[in-house]
């Protein structure tokens, strides 16, 4: 036998986590300033290695870890950390995550991981109060679960004119349209993209004051595009925009795509969760009725990143749309199932037929731990203090003679902008207070406590931080809200100051 440098260590694991998990510990404390932004060229520097041709072995890959990586990473948990929609997992859904990678290491076959995702994804339906008889898939995050929900869209309205989209793709579609706000996450564009639509198919139309989208406005245009000769594939209603939160009219939207026969789609990907606050829960009303809905627990539930799941209501439509064909060369085949007699002879849950990845650890086991340890009371309780974070946030904007609201809370988003105290109308008014309040974002970054986001609403500015971050408090909220006052007060000083530097 040739003798082999394959030297990686496959046991001790108990050693190699204790080895990082200081690092680790630390870490998730947040006590240190953001490490990545302060000390980005040292640890660029010790990363930015050439391929190693010999191994450096377990003991110092795992101290390079432990010293370089870990204290450099994201801190997309640390409790100011209110940007985009993205947050660290809490510990339990994070150990799941870890043990998964090990004992669920792959969603198929007959074990417990594999079942797990059949029991996560019912539990999910539950919560999200959908029919126990929608078909549920992981997928790796709100992108693919709106890609999958629009892959059994497109396959519906293409038998609904006698085309198998799956086999024979969707060429004889005369002019296909999806139809969504102009709020609406552009995801939905790549994925009419990438389903052969057309990132063009997608219609965005306007929406009302609260940012959500004009029923009216949708019931005309699928009414002239009909004319026109468009096919409808799908209209897409936002549960929970990314910019405001708004929560398109569920009920009247599934009315028009009713009247019309058009596919409902719902992305929930952010917001979807928020129908377990009960004081915005009405606002779903109709939910339970959608053709499709995509939801991302790694956004919310707080699961490791990488987790995303769609339903749909009609059972067999994704495997119609997205089936592996039988194989022989595959366990789970007929004449495997014959002639062998192990948890092999069963692929379990066909979750591989469902969606476009074959091979896939078992994200359920990680939505199931996370559900397991707070129940839905616990969700509940997480869901509801979010939003009332964005609730109080409006009311201190709403009392602050310098803090402007720029649209209405629904769920955990509130977006506002300072504008100082004297400011003359005019016609530089805008752009002052756009480079005024870029500034301030760009110290509040800097500054590495609160780290929201940005936005443009109709052309405006807006600092826009959202709320899913189980470990922000009401102490983050209150504090966020001076340091903009205190930051614009200063920027504005420095500004009239030197007059004319905006
Ligand atoms: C409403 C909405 N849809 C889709 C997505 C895309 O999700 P992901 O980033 O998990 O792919 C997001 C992300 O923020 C979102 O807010």
Not at 52 to 64: D, F, I, K, M, W
């Amino acid at each position: 036998m040739q003798p082999t440098s394959d030297a990686s260590v496959t046991t001790g694991l108990g050693e190699a986590v204790q080895a990082l998990l200081p690092a680790l510990e630390r870490f998730i404390r947040f006590d240190d300033r953001d490490l990545a932004a302060l000390e980005h060229a040292r640890w660029r520097a010790a990363l930015d290695q050439p391929l190693p041709e010999r191994g450096a072995g377990a003991e110092a890959t795992l101290r390079v870890l432990a010293e370089v990586v870990i204290p450099h990473g994201l801190r997309t948990g640390s409790p100011g950390f209110a940007g985009w929609v993205t947050t660290m997992p809490t510990v339990v859904p994070a150990a799941a995550g870890f043990a998964a990678s090990i004992a669920a290491a792959q969603r198929f076959w007959r074990h417990s991981g594999n079942f797990l995702e059949h029991v996560a994804l019912g539990w999910l339906a539950q919560l999200l109060g959908l029919p126990a008889s929608c078909q549920g898939t992981f997928n790796s995050g709100g992108s693919s679960a709106n890609l999958i929900a629009l892959g059994a869209a497109r396959q519906w309205a293409c038998e609904q004119r006698g085309i198998d989209a799956s086999r024979e793709g969707v060429g004889a579609l005369q002019r296909p349209r999806i139809y969504a706000s102009n709020q609406v996450h552009h995801v939905v564009h790549r994925a009419a993209g990438v389903l052969g639509l057309g990132r063009s198919a997608v219609v965005a139309l306007p929406t009302d004051r609260g940012f959500r989208l004009d029923v009216g406005a949708l019931r005309e245009r699928l009414r002239r595009d009909a004319a026109a000769g468009c096919t409808p594939v799908a209209v897409v209603a936002s549960a929970g925009t990314v910019n405001t939160g708004a929560v398109d009219p569920i009920r009247e939207v599934l009315q028009a795509c009713r009247d019309e026969g058009v596919w409902l789609h719902v992305d929930g990907a952010y917001g979807g969760f928020g129908v377990l606050d009960p004081e915005v829960e009405p606002l779903f009303d109709g939910l339970r009725e959608a053709d499709s809905v995509a939801v991302d627990p790694h956004k919310w539930l707080a699961v490791p990143l990488g987790c995303g799941a769609t339903f749909v209501r009609d059972a067999s439509l994704l495997g119609r749309a997205f089936t592996l064909e039988p194989a022989e060369y595959l366990e789970g085949s007929a004449r495997h199932v014959e002639e062998l007699g192990s948890q092999f002879d069963d692929l379990g849950h066909p979750f591989h037929d469902f969606n476009v990845e074959q091979s896939a650890r078992s994200r359920g086991v990680t939505v199931w731990a996370a559900l397991q340890e707070i129940g839905r009371d616990g969700m509940r309780a997480r869901i509801v203090r979010h939003d009332g974070f964005a609730r109080r946030l409006e009311g201190l904007v709403r009392a602050s003679p310098v803090l402007e609201l720029l649209a209405p809370v629904t769920l955990s988003i509130c977006c506002f902008r300072y504008v100082p105290q004297g400011l003359a109308p005019g016609p530089g008014r805008e752009q002052a207070l756009r480079a005024l309040n870029q500034e301030i974002v760009r110290r509040l970054h800097a500054e590495h406590h609160h780290v929201p986001s940005s936005t443009e609403l109709d052309g405006t500015f807006a600092i826009r931080p959202c709320y899913i971050n189980p470990r922000t408090t009401a102490a983050d909220i209150d504090d966020l809200a001076q340091a903009v006052e205190r930051i614009g007060a200063q920027a504005w000083r420095e500004t009239v100051g030197t007059a004319g530097a905006w």
